[in-house]
């Protein structure tokens, strides 16, 4: 009875033991992570604006000659950008342009001329000369030229614009209207100029005509671009 008993307490231990060794944790052995492809963890700009094999590839804004804003290849536009190589050029003579002319030695031919309406100046013994499209240097190369032709022999003939012809401002400002133009103008002083904007007004952008090699283009600009004589500003209305 005493070795049945023994016999029973050792069964138990051992399977005691065995229970315990079954709940023993397996040893932690580590593995090596794979990345993440960035495929499975799209961020907030492949949400946005889809993925690199989806996104279009970006491209140089190309300028388009007669506008403000350039436009890119595929026909997005970027960022506003406005063309600074309008300003640049020399300036051209028109019509309402008064004009202060020297011919050295010869006090009958120096007075002050008025670009009429056809673009021309009428001066003494040579008559009309165009002067509409052409710079000063120009003009006076014409004045010279025509002076040579049996009236002065070595005309030295200086040319400077006394008075520019008058800009133009149109749309929600309180007193459109023709002004005279002075130097080194914008479009936020011709507002000025006008009595400032109507209550209705937009005022981050204006579309200015221009005459450029002859013809009339519109330009897209801010109120920092500068004007040029004969320019023609319209204020737009905002919609909201």
Known sequence: MRVTRSLLMLLVVAIAAAGCAALQPTPWVPVAAAPVAPAMAPGIDTMVYGSAAQRAPVTAPTPVEGRGLFITAAGRPP?????????????????????????????????????????????????????????TDELSSRIAGKLRQGFVNEPHVAVEIEAYRPFFILGEVTQPG??????????????????GFGPRAYR?????????????????VPVSFPLRPGDTVNVQERWF
């Open 79 to 135: 960022a506003p950008q406005y063309a600074p190589a309008v300003g640049a050029k020399p300036y051209t003579l028109g019509s309402g342009d008064r004009l202060r002319i020297v011919v050295f030695g010869q006090d009958g031919l120096s007075n002050s001329y008025l670009v009429d309406a056809s673009g021309y100046i009428d001066m003494p013994l040579i008559g009309p000369v165009l002067a509409r499209g052409a710079t």
């Open 178 to 195: 023709q002004y005279p133009y002075v130097a080194d103008m914008t479009v936020e002083t011709a507002v000025a100029i006008a009595g």
């Open 204 to 220: 981050k952008t204006v579309t200015v005509t221009r005459t450029i090699n002859g013809q009339q283009v519109r330009l897209k």
